[in-house]
């Protein structure tokens, strides 16, 4: 049976590392019966950046709704759009970070359910 669940009814967490801000979607803390799959709704402000991580076992799946912002690998630096979809595979370190005025606003997926994130400088946890 479909379910809706109102934004003001999703559990909602704020960053302790700066003003990015995440709503709960497909996870443990929403009642639907999806054990494949996660996902979030995150808002960066600007300024606002990640740690540096990567998930194990877990494609990440990004897509941009509104604003812009950068998408960090080791590797590469991509400026990612609204329209624009990411994918990081698993055990790839990757962070994010909004340098614009406008807010970045994305939905980011985990396909199946990392079995653990792993921080690359500790202190970020």
């Known amino acids: 049976m479909a379910k809706l669940f109102k934004k003001d009814l999703l559990p909602g967490f704020v960053s302790t590392r ?25 808002i960066y402000h600007k300024g606002d950046s990640c740690a540096r991580h990567y998930h194990k076992g877990s494609h990440h799946v990004f897509v941009i709704l509104e604003g812009q912002g950068f998408m960090y690998t080791p590797e590469s630096k991509q400026l990612l759009q609204a329209g624009d979809t990411a994918v990081i595979e698993p055990e790839e370190i990757h962070w994010f970070e909004n340098d614009f005025e406008e807010y970045f606003k994305f939905i980011e997926f985990w396909v199946p359910p990392p079995t653990e994130t792993v921080w690359i400088d500790e202190k970020d946890i």
């Open 18 to 42: 700066d003003s990015r801000d995440r709503l709960d979607l497909i996870t443990e803390n929403v009642p639907v019966n999806a054990s494949g799959l996660r996902a979030d709704r995150i």
